[in-house]
């Protein structure tokens, strides 16, 4: 899908379409901060004269509690999560093509969860931009790790046993810590009336954006 945008008054052209899973890999390992790959049931890639640019991905919350959480049973089975995206050299308003068109391109009716890291520093702005609804923090969470292995991310830890188990493997060395709250966003995909009952479901309030200067809360 091609299209043209107006950045800086230059006109750029653009194009955004599926790519596979394995395709975003370098730039999920290389570029993005998280440094994993994620569950990933539809990926997309943002491409300027052939070289691609960016990637996002979509897949299946981890939580099914989530999926239930946001509206309700009827609807958790049609719920994805924007758990990636990522930009070589994130020029103004790339992100918010890539989010916007990519949207456009995902089954219907879809109903898409994203979550800013107040911890990274992020707000959110691209989904601001692109039109997600706000419904406030992530609830309060702790995450097992190990010191002298913070890079390693908690689910991965719990492949390797139970609690029980981490704790006879690390001891002391294995603590709880406080996961940083997230700002979290959802998009609504589907024909009006779809969309209408999505938000009639909705078990969030729906809140004002937040400001730059929102610092994470205690």
Not at 19 to 29: E, G, M, P, Q, V
Not at 117 to 129: M, N
Not at 178 to 205: A, T, V
């Amino acid at each position: 899908m091609t299209y043209q945008t107006q950045l800086f008054g230059i006109e750029q052209n653009y194009s955004v379409h599926p790519i596979k899973a394995s395709d975003t890999h370098h730039l999920l390992l290389n570029v993005h901060y998280a440094r994993r790959i994620p569950q990933i049931m539809h990926s997309f890639g943002l491409f300027r004269s052939g070289e691609l640019l960016g990637v996002i991905t979509y897949g299946k919350p981890a939580s099914r509690s989530l999926c239930v959480g946001i509206c309700g049973h009827d609807w958790a089975r049609h719920v994805l999560e924007l758990n990636r995206l990522c930009l070589v050299h994130n020029k103004k308003n790339e992100a918010s093509l890539l989010v916007g068109r990519s949207l456009k391109m995902l089954p219907r009716p879809t109903l898409i969860v994203s979550y800013a890291d107040i911890s990274k520093g992020h707000q959110g702005i691209v989904y601001q931009a692109t039109n997600f609804t706000y419904t406030g923090l992530s609830d309060k969470h702790k995450d097992w790790i190990v010191q002298g292995m913070e890079n390693t991310h908690s689910r991965a830890l719990g492949h390797k046993g139970s609690l029980q188990e981490l704790r006879e493997m690390f001891g002391d060395k294995l603590v709880a810590i406080e996961r940083p709250r997230k700002h979290r966003y959802l998009f609504f995909c589907g024909n009006k009336d779809q969309i209408k009952s999505m938000k009639k479901s909705l078990k969030y309030p729906i809140l004002n954006y937040p400001s730059k200067q929102m610092q994470q809360p205690c």
